[in-house]
């Protein structure tokens, strides 16, 4: 996938502190710097025996800080000036007396001094590893209530196999869950921030038999990408899906197959919702009925004809329950046309009753189905036409997400 903006250009500090995790915090090092985060390392002397500053240097291209009182080039006291230009200190691994040190407000080596200089605004993000008896223990639960009640992030720790051998909470987070956690923080106070918002993602399956569907080519990366850019502007997210992609960390999923189930989850899910993006292709027809047995073939020539009837229209029946009083106040779908794609995606705008539409060209190699990139055009309800050029799914959801808050900020 493309840019993970959220990241681009913050400053992160990167407490590294000293368990078998460490390995993990390379991983989470380098996807932070891929993704445009500016990364300062500080390592306590326990991670060191882990793992040399190098590896850091190394990914960071920055120096890695492990001495409480080195001297910076501009002659800043180290502790200070790390504090004050992270926009995010994310401490991982976190072990049990990094945890204890920092509910107890000490300052005993470079990590600990940091987090205590940090500004209250700044979030701190810890991702505590350790023994499943350690992280139990009375003392560090104690620890965490304490540092939560203070407002510090926690992801994890995940249940499952630790160094010693044994099974049980204390694991660190996986790397994505942990850079996911931290893409959520910087989102928040963004744009999309106290905003609801449902996404449909994927092509309906409607069955002819238990082993038989009839569906589309659709593989939901638009949808998914919609869903991963709303959550990162500081929306509350929910992904209706009929694909089974790896899930977006901090996102609600609910899985459907067809049609029906589809309409059956964007109703409840819309009813309090904010906005509404309909990605999802939805079939148009379904199999009149569904064969209880799978259907066998009879003689050696003869077909089948299957009877198909419509499907319910998911953007009809939303628009039914707006008029009801309830729902998102603002819509947008899709229009996959090959031809005549300003003309239909404007008759579709209207009779959809959309707020926006993202029309695109499915019969272009570079866009629609199953791609990373898209080509769209958004037409919107109050005439504007913006034609995007070629470009990755996410940046197409970007897209998407300022020409609702446009219209948002127009309507009121
Ligand atoms: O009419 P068409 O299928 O091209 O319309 C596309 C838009 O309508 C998409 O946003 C799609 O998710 C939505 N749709 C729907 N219910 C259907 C068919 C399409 O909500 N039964």
């Not at 998911?314 to 794609?341: C, M, R, S």
Request: aromatic share 4%; hydrophobic share 45%.
């Amino acid at each position: 996938m493309a840019t993970i903006k959220v990241l681009e250009n913050k400053r992160i500090v990167l407490g590294v502190t000293g368990g078998i995790a460490v390995y993990k915090s390379a991983t989470i090092c380098s996807r932070l710097v891929q993704a445009g985060a500016v990364v300062d390392v500080v390592m306590t002397e326990a991670a060191q025996e882990f793992v040399t500053p190098l590896t850091f240097q190394a990914l960071t291209h920055r120096p890695v800080h492990t001495d409480m009182f080195e001297i910076t080039a501009r002659q800043n006291i180290v502790h200070i000036s790390l504090a004050d230009a992270a926009n995010l200190l994310l401490i991982a691994p976190a072990t049990a007396n990094t945890i204890a040190k920092l509910a107890n407000g000490l300052a005993d080596n470079l990590l600990t001094a940091v987090a205590l200089a940090t500004p209250a605004p700044t979030p701190i993000l810890l991702a505590p590893a350790m023994e499943t008896d350690m992280w139990l223990h009375p003392a560090t639960q104690a620890n965490m209530e304490k540092l939560r009640g203070w407002g510090v992030n926690v992801v994890g720790p995940a249940e499952g196999r630790l160094a010693s051998g044994a099974m049980g909470p204390g694991r660190m987070a996986e790397p994505d869950e942990v850079v996911s956690m931290a893409r959520i923080i910087l989102a928040r106070n963004r744009d999309l921030a106290g905003q609801r918002v449902v996404v449909t993602a994927g092509g309906t399956r409607e069955a002819i038999d238990p082993v038989r569907y009839v569906s589309n080519h659709s593989s939901g990366k638009m949808g998914y990408a919609i869903a991963e850019v709303a959550r990162d502007r500081g929306a509350q997210v929910i992904l209706i899906t009929t694909v089974n992609r790896p899930e977006p960390f901090g996102v609600e999923i609910v899985q459907v197959e067809s049609a029906q189930q589809m309409l059956e989850a964007v109703l409840p899910a819309t009813r309090e919702a904010d906005i509404l993006v309909m990605a999802a292709a939805v079939a148009d027809f379904r199999p009149k009925t569904m064969a209880e047995q799978k259907i066998k073939k009879k003689g050696d020539t003869q077909g089948l004809t299957l009877e198909m009837v419509r499907n319910p229209d998911i953007l009809a029946e939303v628009a039914n329950q707006k008029l009801a009083g309830y729902g998102p106040h603002l819509t947008v779908g899709f229009a996959a046309e090959t031809e005549d794609l300003i003309k239909n995606a404007k008759s579709k705008l209207k009779r959809k009753k959309l707020d926006l539409i993202a029309a695109n060209n499915v019969a272009a190699a570079d866009a629609g189905f199953a791609v990373d990139t898209n080509r769209v055009t958004l037409l919107a309800g109050d005439g504007s036409i913006e034609e995007l050029p070629l470009m990755s799914k996410i940046e197409v959801a970007e897209k998407i997400f300022d020409a609702v808050l446009r219209l948002e900020q127009a309507n009121g």
